[in-house]
Each structure stands twice: as C-alpha cells, then as structure tokens.
C-alpha cells in the first residue's frame, strides 16, 4: 500500500483529481474536501465480493485484494473495502503537498490482536486528522474513539521501508559472507 501510495501520488490520474477537489473547494479545508470526495466516489466491498469474478482462476482463498490509488482515480464507481480507502486519501493528499499515514486497528472481538481495519490520517501544519472515509461519517473521526478498538498502529508513509532495508542489508552480509570464501 505503501508503495502503491508513493508511486501513484504523482501519476496523471491522481494530480487531476486532486487538482479537481482543490477547484470544487466543498469545504475550504483539503483534508475534508479529500475525504468527501473520496467517501462519495468509492462503494464499500469486501474482498471476498471483489474477488468473486475471477474466483475460478485462484488456487486458494482471497486473502487481499489491492487496487491502486491511480486505477480507483480512474473508475467510474470503483468497489474497495477499508484498504482502497486508505491508499486513495493518502495518494490525493500526498499530490497535495499534505502528508499522512496509515492507521491499522484490532476491532474484532473475535480476533483482538489482529489488525482488522485501516485508514489513514492526515498531517495539515502538523496536526493529526484521522480519515476514516469507509466507516467514519465525517473527517475527524477516529474508531480509535469507539472503545471497541483494542489494538493501535500507525505507519508512516514517509520515511524509511524497514523492512526493505533489512532484506537488502541481509543480501550484503550474506555478499560479505561469501566473499570470504572467495
């Protein structure tokens, strides 16, 4: 998502349709007027209902299904769930010059140590706004908030991917490694 995030935030369809938003002007404010835009473009599917199409082609169970932020700019009435909502705002906001990021939460009783759901805030001047644009009903509000969250992370888009520094630094020592042998 990460990834996806950077990459589209400065693709055609994104710089348009944050260009667009910015115009249209609905509340002044660009994190509001990115989360109505984003709310009313996207219908809430979950995975399992996305998948449905090309369910005969799978060899197993959809896990997750990921459409990026540039390809939902460009869809008539794009179906996501939590995750495609979470990449467009970040994306369009990103384009804007505002950054943000991801918010996982456990809110499954059921299951109280996964992460279950995620969206994303924004940082305008360096205040935190959560973007809650699949469950939350307006900008602002956080399902941190509900009582029923029992678990919280909040992931930086911006910044280093640890993980891919720890993979390339696992190629060089093992580089080193060999070299010794050499």
């Known amino acids: 998502m990460k990834r996806n995030v950077i990459e589209d935030a400065n693709s055609p369809a994104i710089q348009r349709t944050a260009t667009a938003i910015a115009q249209s002007g609905r509340t002044g404010d660009a994190c509001s007027d990115t989360f109505w835009h984003v709310k009313g473009k996207l219908g809430f599917r979950q995975d399992e209902q996305l998948a449905q199409p090309v369910r005969g082609l799978l060899d197993g169970d959809v896990i997750e299904v990921l459409i990026r932020p540039r390809d939902l700019a460009n869809m008539g009435t794009p179906l996501e769930d939590c995750d495609g909502y979470a990449s467009l705002l ?93």
């Open 90 to 182: 970040p994306a369009l906001l990103r384009a804007r010059g505002i950054p943000c990021n991801f918010v996982t939460v456990a809110a499954d009783d059921r299951e109280p140590g996964r992460f279950s759901h995620v969206y994303a805030a924004c940082y305008p001047g360096g205040e935190r706004v959560a973007l809650d644009a699949s469950h939350g009903p307006y900008p602002g509000w956080d399902s941190i908030d509900t009582g029923q969250v029992t678990r919280v992370k909040e992931w930086p888009i911006d910044g280093p991917d640890w993980g891919e520094l720890l993979l390339i630094g696992l190629v060089l020592f093992a580089a080193a490694w060999a070299w010794r042998f050499l």
